[in-house]
């Protein structure tokens, strides 16, 4: 009770501090001298505060089960552990804008002490424009869903949380993911201001740079961490389904990425101007239209949350304000006659960037067309149809064979001129034992498709390529190897993985066995079990392989009682080279259950080489802060 | 010049994304099940305003179409539906049948006192058991029965002017 209401006036009170600080800074905005008025840094405190203390607030009403709060109510129930208690307060719609708002509030404030050596008009001015979304965020969370709403009279059990996302996987995700997305916002607000005051520069490049790994950091095991849970918990035996809300979080990743290397052009040499702004604004854009895709229910997906009309509205209005806000702010400032005039050879780090940005860009638009193109064919149409992986597979795939070429060679470049005369011996030694590793694999396993056929022999290369940098005494630029080991190794694994795993789906009842090529599957009993917040039905399963070796797996039905949801919840055994995973589900009115078993080659590897590859940005942010 | 152009260029594509996202919004894309044909089993409860235990079976004839309506009085959504449930009452081929769920019996009352009562009958589900019989998803939720008590529609969460006016054509 007392924590709703500390929470509620306590936003309020933030709304204000940032409504306050919008005219202090405009009056100090012109004043010469090159420090910001300590009014603001205090506001900009007070404004973080105000939102940590509301967030608290919801915090204790979940964890003391405060069902007069509606939030509480919809998503939470006594029985339920602590630990979900905590995380179903960002489990929801309201919760998760409060979060962003925390976030958001938290960076500003972060970026004000952290950015001292910088011009002082070009700091209040990235202030002025995160206000900006910072005060839309404050209006969408206060108007449309507060988290706050009261319930009277007060409600004596909870409607208890959707327990696919009770996984602790899933109660880390959104948090981190937000990290990511809001670090963008930073990013997006710097870049207006830099084009405003004219500063896109080297020491701009140098100074955002941090920012833009943290973000892209976090949004990396955002992914990851979400990817993960789709595979444990949806019981759908993968790693990527290419559902909307997934390509909603891959779609500033891809524009970060982009940036990120961008970013690197732009420390050394002031060009790809352009390039950079439209970039760091495409990056938030891209976050918040996530946000909005998400939130408004306008997708078909297994995690939209929502759908209320009024807040879809509310976050596509706000959208195009920042769109256009950007736009007008690019078109009127933004003089792309002042950068260096540098001859850029062809065969330079600069063009290779340039061409990676390229890449990205249509892997952006593809990913970005498939998500919308459902959309907008049902609103011009009416027609619904539904955008599926061979889409994906189809248009992305052939590409990722220059890629992965393009990307062996490209480390080696030198800035502004290089030129190939000492091609060394080793490489091409690892370009025909790729080679032959390929051909072996062929021989021994024969590979559907022409595609997969031609993308193996390269990911090797590459593969090989980027180990051997990774290995080599020469630690310059050591984070980048990191990750380009790191991609190099996912693109591997999840081909390797594509390529060797297999499925039978079957029913079975008690007792049953089931032999299949390559080993037999046998159903031994049926075990009832009881957990906190539910009822389960272990199945004992035991396998036998080719040759003859066992493992037992146990899937199991859960039967949450609040909401009452049966879910599935498969049984993983993880081996360094396999995940051995089986899945039942019972078929209604029968005692029959249907059973799912997979074998899936080098999943453990595909999250190890992810890590990898954040790790590398990991890198080279402490690296930063270490020479600072 | 050809700044100007990418410009205009860019603001039409941009706006025309928003018409169509705009328009995207207003199509509802709630999900709801296959519950259709479903023939409605016999359930029992006392009622809200007398203590004897009535039977559906008893309430669910003589009519060409019943509205089920599962609501509670600490529901928001409720409230903001019930005016056109008060509306609907005046339509003489249908009845309305409340399912009062898992609420204060005292608040209950007090609210089709203050609002007005739509319902010819209302069935109290303390522990929401019919609700979930029904397979309902949370409050409020409208389920329309024809007269050989087949489920023909169901109304996930409040009945806004859009549901709404897809329920008075089908009640027509």
């Known amino acids: ?628 | 010049m050809k700044n100007k152009i990418l410009l205009i260029s860019l603001i039409l594509f941009i706006c025309f994304c928003l018409v169509v996202l705009f328009k995207g919004l207003n199509n509802s894309n709630v999900y709801i099940p296959e519950t259709t044909n479903k023939i409605i089993k016999e359930f029992k409860s006392r009622s809200l305003f007398s203590d004897d235990e009535i039977s559906s079976e008893k309430i669910l004839v003589n009519s060409d179409y019943y509205i089920l309506n599962i609501w509670a009085s600490w529901c928001g959504p409720c409230r903001k539906e019930h005016p056109k449930l008060m509306e609907l009452s005046k339509n003489p081929s249908v009845k309305i049948i409340g399912i009062n769920y898992r609420d204060n019996l005292k608040n209950a009352k007090n609210f089709v006192k203050k609002f007005g009562n739509p319902y010819s009958v209302i069935f109290v589900d303390t522990n929401g058991i019919i609700s979930i019989e029904l397979g309902a998803y949370g409050v409020p939720e409208t389920i329309i029965v024809n007269k050989d008590k087949k489920i023909i529609k169901k109304f996930i969460g409040y009945l806004d002017d859009k549901s709404f006016k897809e329920l008075n054509s089908i009640l027509k």
């Open chain 1, 1 to 628: 009770m007392l924590a709703n209401q500390i929470g509620y006036y306590s936003l309020i009170l933030g709304l204000i501090s940032s409504i306050i600080i919008i005219p202090i800074s405009l009056k100090n905005y012109p004043h010469n001298n090159e420090t910001i008025d300590r009014k603001i840094f205090s506001l900009s405190f007070f404004q973080f505060f105000f939102v940590l203390v509301s967030f608290i607030g919801l915090v204790f009403s979940f964890i003391n089960s405060d069902f007069g709060n509606e939030t509480v109510y919809n998503n939470s129930h006594t029985t339920k552990p602590l630990f979900y208690k905590i995380s179903g307060t960002w489990g929801n719609h309201e919760g998760s804008l409060l979060l962003w708002l925390l976030v958001l509030t938290f960076f500003i404030f972060l970026f004000l002490v952290k950015s001292k050596s910088q011009p002082k008009k070009y700091r209040i001015l990235t202030l002025l424009f995160q206000q900006t979304i910072i005060i839309g965020f404050f209006i969408f969370v206060l108007k449309t869903s507060n988290p706050f709403n009261y319930l009277f009279p007060t409600p004596k059990e909870g409607m208890g949380l959707n327990p696919i996302l009770q996984d602790p996987a899933l109660a880390i995700h959104p948090p981190i993911l937000y990290l990511g997305f809001v670090g963008s916002s930073v990013i997006f607000s710097s870049s207006l201001a830099a084009v405003v005051q004219g500063y896109i520069s080297k020491s701009w490049a140098n100074h955002i740079k941090i920012w833009i790994l943290i973000s892209w950091f976090f949004l990396t095991i955002g992914i990851l961490l979400g990817s993960i849970w789709a595979y444990y918990e949806l019981g759908w035996g993968g790693f990527w389904f290419w559902d909307p809300v997934e390509n909603v979080s891959l779609m500033p990743w891809l524009s970060l990425t982009a940036l990120l290397h961008c970013i690197l052009v732009l420390e050394k040499k002031t060009i790809l101007t352009s390039w950079t702004i439209i970039l760091s604004i495409s990056t938030f854009v891209l976050s918040v239209s996530g946000t909005f895709l998400v939130r408004s229910g306008i997708l078909n997906s297994v995690h939209t949350f929502a759908n209320d009309p009024e807040r879809g509205l509310f976050i596509l209005f706000f959208l195009f304000f920042l769109i256009f806000l950007a736009l007008i702010v690019f078109f009127m400032f933004h003089k792309n006659g002042n950068h260096e005039t540098v001859k850029i050879n062809f065969l330079s780090k600069e063009t290779s960037i340039l061409i990676n940005n390229w890449f990205m860009m249509y892997f952006l638009s593809v990913v970005l067309i498939g998500t919308l193109y459902p959309i907008f064919l049902e609103v011009l149409t009416n027609e619904k149809i539904s955008v599926g992986p061979p889409f994906y597979n189809k248009l992305i795939l052939p590409f990722l064979v220059p890629f992965l070429i393009f990307m062996t060679f490209v480390p080696y470049l030198k800035w502004i001129k290089s030129e190939f005369n000492k091609i060394k011996i080793d490489i091409i030694l690892l370009f025909i034992l790729s080679f032959i590793v390929s051909i072996l694999l062929f021989k021994q396993f024969g590979f559907e498709s022409l595609m997969i056929s031609i993308l193996i022999p390269f990911t090797f290369y590459l593969f090989l390529i980027t180990a051997k940098d990774l290995l080599s005494k020469n630690k310059k630029n050591f984070s980048q190897k990191v990750s380009h080991f790191g991609f190099s190794f996912l693109v591997l694994s999840i081909l390797l993985n594509s390529i060797f795993s297999s499925e039978i789906i079957i029913n079975l009842k008690e007792g049953e066995r089931f032999s299949f090529q390559g080993g037999t599957i046998t159903f031994h009993s049926l075990e009832e079990n009881n957990g906190k917040n539910y009822k389960s039905i272990i199945g004992n399963f035991e396998i036998y392989d080719d040759k003859n070796q066992s493992i037992k797996l146990m899937p199991e039905l859960r039967i949450y009682n609040q909401p009452s949801i049966v879910t599935s919840e498969a049984d993983i055994k993880t081996t360094l080279f396999y995940d051995k995973f089986l899945v039942m589900n019972s078929v209604k009115n029968n005692e029959y259950f249907n059973v799912r078993y997979q074998v899936k080659s080098f999943m453990i590897w595909i999250w190890i080489s992810t890590l990898i590859l954040a790790l590398g940005g990991f890198l080279s942010f402490t690296k930063r802060l270490y020479e600072k």
